[in-house]
């Protein structure tokens, strides 16, 4: 989907020390009026340009800011009839009034909390406080859970939820800490999901000399993450170092399968879903195929497993079929 990702306006009176649109940035500022903006849209989706809008705004007022990009929202769903998906951000300290209608007027609502906890909050924003964060997002919850209530449902709100975004890196958090905040988040407010986002320099920041975040850690972050939300694990099973870091060289999942040699190999054809869920290269769709497949005959061959959509190089180690290792090519040394 081609999403229009964009601010009402970039003034803002937050130092964030990351951000190029904070306050003591020297730079010319633009803002949108919400007929402008929602005007401009319009014509941009009814010409085919987008099919969504991603709406976020710098914060001038809390009140004025969050109100502006309501006014935005309501025009689209009202004056302009867009039915199509419109994420809009809580800004910090939003009123449960504001909150509210944003998850009437919104397909996705999120508050970026940026640090896993206080203390890296406020390496990052020192303007910020956790609790203008976290409080939306609980608030968020709350109305969602009221909305699906109350949604028809014959017809729902499939899309309706909330993430949140951290910024990687600078503030010297440890992979565990942000996924064990993430993974409370999925477990006490069904958060959608969180996104990691590695930290890149920007001049005239006072973070503008640390140096950017591998996009390694990202992507790593990203495959453990999806790990907590598909796969049933934990944080506390993660293989981390001592410095709380996931391996960046080594996908979390066969880091996981190598420290656990007890549970391996799986034998595909009776297994059930959780063990094979637990198998490297098998994933959620693969391993509904595999245990579909099974019941009209025995799957022998990696072919098999390849045809089912699982990534063999990876499952092989860890697999019998039909009560037989499968021949795999041993890594050169």
């Known amino acids: 989907m081609a999403v229009l990702k964009i601010l009402q306006t970039s003034a803002c009176r937050n130092d964030c020390h990351y951000c190029a649109f904070r306050s003591g940035r020297d730079f010319r500022r633009a803002s949108f009026g919400p007929d402008e903006l929602a005007r401009s849209f319009d014509l941009m989706q009814r010409s085919g340009v987008v099919q969504g809008m991603f709406l976020s705004s710098g914060v001038v007022t809390t009140t004025q800011s969050m109100d502006a990009m309501l006014a935005t929202a309501e025009l689209l769903r009202e004056k302009y009839q867009f039915r199509g998906y419109v994420h809009l951000k809580i800004l910090p300290g939003a009123e449960a009034a504001q909150v509210a209608r944003a998850v009437e007027v919104a397909d996705r609502v999120s508050v970026n909390l940026e640090g896993p906890s206080p203390e890296r909050l406020a390496a990052l924003a020192p303007q910020k406080q956790m609790k203008e964060l976290i409080g939306p997002l609980h608030t968020a919850a709350r109305f969602i859970r009221e909305h699906r209530r109350l949604c028809d449902p014959k017809v729902g709100h499939g899309r309706l939820g909330m993430s949140t975004q951290f910024v990687v890196g600078p503030a010297g958090e440890s992979d565990r800490e942000l996924l064990v905040t993430a993974q409370g988040l999925y477990r006490q ?145």
């Open 189 to 333: 407010i069904r958060l959608a999901r969180a996104y990691y986002s590695a930290f890149n320099p920007v001049a005239d920041t006072p973070l503008a000399d640390e140096p950017p975040t591998d996009p390694r850690r990202e992507f790593r972050l990203y495959q453990a993450d999806w790990l907590l939300r598909y796969y049933d694990f934990s944080v506390e099973e993660l293989a981390f170092n001592a410095s709380g870091q996931l391996d960046q060289m080594v996908d979390p999942k066969t880091a996981w399968a190598a420290a656990h040699p007890e549970r391996f190999p799986v034998e595909v054809n009776r297994a059930p879903l959780p063990d094979l869920l637990r198998v490297p290269g098998i994933g959620p769709s693969s391993a509904r195929a595999i245990i579909a497949v099974r019941r009209q005959g025995a799957l022998r061959e990696l072919g098999d497993l390849r045809r089912l959509g699982a990534r063999v190089a990876g499952a092989a180690p860890y697999v019998l079929l039909a009560g037989k290792r499968p021949p795999r090519q041993l890594p050169l040394l």
